[in-house]
């Protein structure tokens, strides 16, 4: 999972090269603290000791992928948010049935299907809100500086699953998520 937040890493080169957006010392130093704060929360003790699997190779892939959404977000100014959100979402569409094809899955439910059917458009609605919130935002925002921002969630998941889960906040979640609003707090800063 740490590998796809890596994301602001990814981002600063290609904001550099596609978008011609200056790098400054303090969007590089925003990323490393907000990284930092994200190595803090995911840490155990076999984190780098295991091999790159599958998994970790998918989330280095969406890591790049999200920040080359971030950075093409800005690069297409002439695109509207709503032709933006329809790219996006034709691309979910293409990979998902993609991997249709290269994994066998059952979707026989074991249950009723009624309950699902509700959540599943529930989430789709959150879903497509999220992405046209999102699209619009990251055209107001340079891509170095959106990009420390989206490490915010780490902190929400933290805190949702503090109330949801009854999961423990420990103070190694508390100082990671200093580190990342410190990181986001100085990457919003003006140049």
Known sequence: MLLFFLSPIWTIPMSFYLLKEKIFKKNIFAAMLALLGALIILWH????????????TYAIIA?????????????????????KSYAIWSGVVLMAITVLFFFQLDFAPSYSLTPSLL????????LVITTLVV???LTLVPAVKASPI??????????????????????????????IVTGILISTRQD
């Open 45 to 56: 003790e076999d984190l780098f000791r295991q091999p790159l699997n599958l998994s970790d």
């Open 63 to 83: 890591g790049v992928g999200f920040a080359m959404t971030n950075v093409m977000a800005r690069f297409y100014k002439h695109l509207s948010v709503q032709e």
């Open 150 to 179: 989206f490490l915010f969630e780490i902190i929400v998941a933290g805190i949702s699953a503090y109330f949801l889960a009854n999961e423990v906040i420990n103070l190694k979640d508390l100082l990671g998520g200093v580190f």
């Open 135 to 137: 699209q619009h935002g």
């Open 119 to 126: 959540l599943i458009g529930l989430i789709s609605l959150t």
